[in-house]
């Protein structure tokens, strides 16, 4: 069971907004550990997606943002796309676990 | 363009030690701005961060997985290495390498394109 919780998966129609809850607890969010994410394409290795909550790594769309508040954190893709179809996954940090990741949401594009 | 490949053994018997290196290219391993860490992800499974290593040699690992890894860095070949002993079958796995950043920047944000180690008995 993985310290940060994911939807194992959600869906959506082309051009929909579709957003990922990553939930944590008091010793990462609440720690005040920002949230980084990465989009994993089948069979490939991960990509940084989001990283320090809200940034975006040059090359990646406007269309990905993220958040965080309290011990919750998201990610949302704007203006869904069929090369969105992939598998997500928030990091942070945890101070009794070190790097932490959840367990992975899969977006499908319907 | 900073570059990162693992190499080893695709099958290691169980109770055996699983050894990779990580090569990168591109960049400098002892440049002190980063940690080199792996990450592994089993079979239709989520990620598991291993462990990582500065270029000092200082490392930081999982605490599930501790008592069995250990990590080294050859900074005159611009390489980092994994061991993991006594493997069992649920060290099967895709083995991935990374670069991760320091204090607040402590996200992934190069990475290996994986390989697969399989344990067998």
């Known amino acids: 069971q993985s310290v940060l919780t994911q939807p194992p998966s959600v869906s959506g129609s082309p051009g929909q907004r579709v957003t990922i809850s990553c939930t944590g607890s008091h010793s990462n969010f609440g720690a005040n550990y920002d949230v980084h994410w990465y989009q994993q394409l089948p069979g490939t290795a991960p990509k940084l997606l989001i990283y320090n909550d809200v940034n975006r790594p040059s090359g990646v769309p406007a269309r990905f943002s993220g958040s965080r508040s309290g011990t919750s954190a998201s990610l949302a893709i704007s203006g869904l796309q069929a090369e969105d179809e992939a598998d997500y996954y928030c990091?942070?940090?945890?101070?009794?676990?070190?790097?932490?990741f959840g367990a992975g949401t899969k977006v499908t594009v319907l | 363009q900073l570059q990162l490949q693992e190499s080893g053994p695709g099958n290691v018997k169980s109770s055996e030690t699983l050894s990779l290196t990580c090569t990168v290219s591109?960049?400098?391993?002892?440049?002190?701005?980063?940690?080199w860490g792996w990450i592994r992800q089993s079979p239709g499974k989520g990620l598991e961060w291993i462990g990582n290593?500065?270029?000092?040699?200082?490392?930081t690992f999982n605490p599930s997985l501790k008592s069995r890894v250990t990590m080294s860095v050859d900074t005159s070949k611009n390489q980092f290495s994994l061991k993991l002993s006594s493997v069992t079958a649920a060290d099967t796995a895709v083995y991935y390498c990374?670069?991760?950043?320091?204090?607040?920047?402590?996200?992934?944000?190069?990475w290996g394109q994986g390989t697969p180690v399989t344990v067998s008995s």
């Open positions: 990091q942070s940090y945890d101070i009794n676990l070190g790097r932490v």
């Open positions: 290593i500065f270029y000092s040699g200082s490392t």
């Open positions: 591109g960049g400098s391993l002892s440049s002190g701005t980063y940690y």
């Open positions: 990374a670069r991760q950043g320091l204090g607040v920047l402590n996200f992934f944000d190069y």
